[in-house]
């Protein structure tokens, strides 16, 4: 087989992907051949196996426009999930926009200790407060068919896309949305099993020192906690067992170092009791419940 050109052994699939692996790399990008893939596989309509499957493939001339400008854009330090427009998040692909928070993997596992409180539950009620782009409400309502959730954001961007995910999953007949600051217009003794947040919790003054893709394309409001970072919480778990059944849950995420503080906003604050840490898979403790 007569070898091809320098040139056009360039613009295959395999040249464009080390040589743009190597240009994010000296962007300081943290996963310069996985977005470098992610990127290309999305511009292509294909899969990232396909792109292994075919890496002497040339890309045509419109191929690597396409490709260069979305290139162009995560050298700029835009998040791979807004230049693509989704998310993977507990298996599922969400919708995701600007001005709205991007599903963190660490989430994951707040969905898997609310998952675990209301498991044999039947018809279990949730509220979800700061719903972002519907993936925690909507990875719960995909394992558990029987509960209902009421997700709640001041952003009225997150409640539409939250909204447009959970259609997408066809689970809209258990999701309702409303535009509520924390439990504003939600009446007291409302009686959820469980309510469930992933609240603003990174100090204001932390903020700053965060990557590019944090700073300048995610929402602060859906970040700033405040100057340790647990003003939210601190509003959040003094309310919440008004809006509780008896011996309902609450389970938050915390920040990184913050499991030990929220502990004890949840105890001597909230006055809740059986206080429990969890950690996520990196060992880090991410989400702390406690019974009303």
């Known amino acids: 087989m007569q070898e091809q050109p320098k040139k056009l052994q360039r613009w295959t699939i395999k040249g464009v992907l080390a040589w743009t692996t190597e240009y994010f790399a000296k962007k300081r990008i943290k996963t310069p051949r996985l977005d470098a893939e992610v990127l290309l596989a999305s511009s292509l309509g294909v899969d990232r196996l396909h792109l292994y499957l075919n890496l002497d493939r040339p890309l045509l001339p419109q191929e690597r426009e396409r490709y260069r400008e979305l290139v162009r854009r995560r050298g700029a330090r835009e998040p791979v999930a807004l230049i693509v427009g989704k998310k993977e998040f507990w298996s599922i692909h969400f919708r995701v926009v600007p001005g709205v928070l991007i599903p963190r993997p660490e989430t994951e596992t707040l969905v898997e200790i609310v998952l675990e409180e209301i498991r ?11 719903t972002g782009s519907g993936a925690v409400a909507v990875s719960i ?30 689970l809209s007949r258990s999701f309702d949305c409303a535009a ?47 100057i340790d970072g647990l003003d939210v919480i601190r509003e959040l778990v003094a309310h919440a067992r008004n809006y509780l059944k008896p011996k309902g849950a609450l389970i938050l995420e915390v920040g990184d170092g913050q499991a030990a503080s929220v502990e004890e906003i949840l105890s001597y604050v909230g006055g ?11 060992g ?5 419940k406690g019974r009303a």
Do not use: M, W
Not at 147 to 169: E, F, G, Y
């Open 120 to 130: 044999g539950v039947t018809s279990p009620s949730i509220l979800e407060i700061g």
């Open 141 to 170: 309502l995909q394992e558990h068919r029987d509960a209902r959730v009421l997700a709640t954001d001041i952003n009225p961007l997150a409640l539409k896309t939250a909204s447009l995910n959970a259609q997408n999953a066809q």
């Open 180 to 226: 509520l600051d924390l439990f504003s217009a939600i009446r007291p003794g409302a009686g959820f099993d469980v309510i469930c947040s992933n609240p603003p919790y990174i100090p204001s003054g932390t903020i700053p020192l965060l990557e590019p893709e944090i700073t300048e394309f995610e929402p602060l409001s859906a970040l700033d906690g405040g």
């Open 272 to 282: 809740f009791h059986d206080i429990h840490k969890f950690s996520d898979l990196s």
């Open 284 to 288: 880090k403790q991410r989400v702390v």
